[in-house]
């Protein structure tokens, strides 16, 4: 792959992750170009970058979906490289291929890559060949109810309907017994039609009590593949994460060389180029199957540059100029633990449920090793077009002990006002026994959270309460961190909208 330095680069993407972006670019003296919808227009990200296009309307299929929009702004800009961040385009091998035939850079895999691992079935196909571990279930597309009761059959009650085409938990349906099949088959392949314009749906054993585990991979164009470690993301609402950290506390030296080792054979499988994400389920026994790769910089990412001091957004940049990876297999180390838990503008006590609204507060943590990825300021409003992550905070330790005590810590000192949010759910987890002693699953929030766990305002006593009441936890006397007294304004519980 010759080498070509970037000069310029355009972040096909908003918030957050824009920003983030840019800022890695920058340090790297590449300019940046910012394209924004009309909703986004005094977003931190349009004033970060060297300079900003708006590109339409909010809704996001008139603007951040546009390919030949972004494709003219690229030209009219003399642009090298488009970073697509995750999510809208980013694993769009249409919009790679627009990029590469106007003679600019996408900074991702191949479109080829990305077609076969958005395609589940094809995934597996792929991978199967590389004896990564999958999960007992159909090789193909189910053609109908009478194919699906007997491989159901064959591999037991309960099962796992999947749309081929899907991700989000979208298409997925949990069959417990033969006299749902028919119902949950057909729900799944019209959410599937709906959501991605592909009925196709496919069956796999349900593996019950799993942990979702996921390794990052990076490849360059010569060759070298690495891991770069686990994350542990099984606290999920509506198969969507909310906490991920890194390390797993379950993996065993020789369990994590053996999964990660099974993510590079998946990123082998289709001559993988980039930064990357190899999901497995873990199950109670130890044993672990490949759910997918998803072909991009995940939100988590974050976690994995804290325990390894790596910045995977220069690294994509280097890989993309056609650099060889700076550091084999062996150089990687694991340097203390990190937690992630993402913002949301959600109401947990009301089934995490949307709360758009204008943020009359907003301070976030600081202090000795923590991270704050944001792309609102005070006084900015929710839009009601895109996702409603407001934020991630990260958190670094030599410990997990003291990353989770960190991590509360941090929560307690961040301040938002005008909208519910995750936090005190996000709280709740990190005083709650399981979690503490890393006892949990992806059932974690439908096995050990109430929503009335967090009325009454402080998220220790509510988390205790809830523990105590399952006979989980040990006394605890640690104080809410006296952080939020800094602020004139409480803490976050008590600056929520009513």
Request: aromatic letters at 6%; hydrophobic letters at 40%; charged letters at 30%.
């Given at each position: 792959m010759a080498r070509k330095k970037i000069r310029k680069l355009l972040v096909a993407n908003r918030g957050e992750i824009a920003l983030r972006v840019m800022r890695s670019a920058r340090e790297m003296g590449i300019r940046t170009v910012a394209v924004f919808s009309e909703a986004d227009r005094s977003a931190p990200f349009v004033r970060f970058a060297d300079e900003a296009v708006c590109i339409g309307p909010p809704p996001s299929k008139e603007s951040?979906?546009?390919?030949?929009?972004?494709?003219?702004?690229?030209?009219?800009?003399?642009?090298?490289a488009v970073h697509p961040g995750y999510g809208f385009?980013?694993?769009?091998?249409?919009f790679a291929r627009a990029l590469e035939k106007a003679g600019i850079i996408f900074i991702g895999p191949s479109p080829e890559a990305m077609k076969v691992m958005g395609d589940k079935l094809?995934?597996?196909?792929?991978?199967?060949?590389?004896?990564?571990?999958l999960v007992p279930g159909t090789e193909g597309a189910v053609s109908g109810v009478d194919e699906a009761m007997k491989v159901a059959k064959t591999i037991k009650f309960p099962i796992l309907i999947k749309a081929a085409a899907g991700g989000g938990g979208k298409g997925m349906r949990v069959v417990e017994r033969e006299?749902?099949?028919?119902?949950?088959?057909?729900?799944?392949?019209?959410?599937?039609?709906?959501?991605?314009?592909?009925?196709?749906?496919?069956?796999?054993?349900y593996v019950a009590g799993p942990r979702h585990i996921e390794v990052q991979v990076m490849a360059d164009a010569h060759g070298n593949t690495c891991y770069l470690f686990e994350r542990e993301c099984s606290v999920q609402r509506r198969h969507q994460k909310v906490?991920?950290?890194?390390?797993?506390?379950?993996?065993?030296?020789?369990?994590?060389?053996?999964?990660g080792e099974a993510a590079?054979?998946?990123?082998?499988?289709?001559?993988?180029?980039?930064?990357?994400?190899?999901?497995?389920?873990?199950?109670?026994?130890?044993?672990?199957?490949?759910?997918?790769?998803?072909?991009?910089?995940?939100?988590?990412?974050?976690?994995?540059?804290?325990?390894?001091?790596?910045?995977?957004?220069?690294?994509?940049?280097?890989?993309?100029?056609?650099?060889?990876?700076?550091?084999?297999?062996?150089?990687?180390?694991?340097?203390?633990?990190?937690?992630?838990?993402r913002v949301y503008a959600e109401d947990p006590s009301n089934n995490f449920l949307p709360d758009i609204g204008t943020l009359t507060t907003y301070r976030p943590p600081q202090g000795p090793g923590v991270r704050v990825d944001d792309g609102f300021e005070e006084g900015m409003t929710i839009p009601i077009h895109y996702d409603p992550m407001i934020a991630k905070l990260i958190v670094h330790g030599?410990?997990?002990?003291?990353?989770?005590?960190?991590?509360?810590?941090?929560?307690?000192?961040?301040?938002?006002?005008g909208v519910e949010t995750t936090l005190p759910f996000c709280r709740f987890t990190m005083g709650h026994a399981a979690f503490r002693k890393g006892a949990y699953d992806t059932h974690f929030v439908r096995d050990h959270f109430r929503p009335e766990a967090l009325?009454?305002?402080?998220?220790v006593e509510a988390s205790a309460a809830a523990a105590i009441a399952a006979g989980l936890l040990e006394v605890r006397t640690t104080p809410v961190a006296a952080g939020t007294q800094n602020h004139g304004t409480a803490s976050v519980w008590k600056l929520r909208r009513r």
């Open positions: 951040y979906l546009v390919i030949d929009r972004l494709v003219q702004v690229c030209r009219d800009l003399d642009v090298d385009l980013s694993e769009n091998g249409e094809a995934a597996k196909e792929a991978v199967r060949k590389f004896d990564v571990p006299a749902d099949l028919k119902e949950g088959l057909e729900r799944a392949i019209s959410e599937a039609r709906n959501a991605f314009g592909d009925g196709s749906v496919f069956i796999e054993k906490v991920e950290e890194a390390p797993s506390t379950v993996l065993t030296p020789a369990m994590r060389q053996r999964m590079v054979n998946v990123a082998r499988s289709v001559n993988y180029v980039g930064a990357g994400t190899v999901e497995f389920l873990l199950d109670e026994n130890g044993d672990f199957y490949f759910m997918e790769m998803n072909t991009r910089l995940q939100v988590e990412h974050p976690v994995t540059e804290m325990i390894t001091g790596l910045d995977l957004v220069k690294l994509q940049v280097r890989v993309a100029e056609g650099e060889k990876l700076p550091f084999r297999q062996e150089d990687l180390a694991i340097k203390g633990h990190a937690i992630e838990v030599a410990t997990r002990e003291e990353a989770i005590a960190r991590m509360e810590r941090a929560i307690d000192d961040y301040a938002i006002g009325e009454g305002s402080d998220p």
